[in-house]
């Protein structure tokens, strides 16, 4: 049994225009940045794909940018390339995690064991 690992980057690896190439080449990541710009009430996409940096590196824009260029990318994977990820989604229905935004846009996450 081949295991594939994919480690995704936390704060502090944050550039701007990181994901710019899957954004011009994929339909679903501009869709899953659009998704993003709606549910924080603010142009996530624009300071991701364009700056200026020292917006992106203020921690409540780079832990969400982080966030959706990293599940843009899976979510590329997943689809474009039928990676199968049996662990996750083993993780993702025993830990039961979900991520709510509150009014002034922070994101919370949620652990429901």
Request: without cysteine; proline residues 4%; glycine residues 6%.
């Amino acid at each position: 049994m081949n295991n594939i690992a994919l480690v995704f980057p936390g704060q502090g690896s944050q550039v701007v225009g990181m994901g710019t190439e899957f954004y011009h080449n994929f339909k679903m990541v501009k869709e899953i940045f659009a998704e993003a710009d709606e549910k924080l009430k603010f142009k996530i996409s624009k300071i991701i794909l364009e700056g200026p940096e020292d917006k992106l590196k203020l921690t409540e824009n780079t832990q969400p940018a982080i966030l959706v260029v990293s599940y843009a990318i899976f979510s590329v994977l997943k689809k474009e390339f039928n990676f199968n990820f049996e662990f996750t989604k083993f993780f993702r229905r025993k830990t039961n995690i979900k991520i709510k935004y509150t009014n002034k846009g922070e994101p919370k996450v949620k652990n429901e064991l």
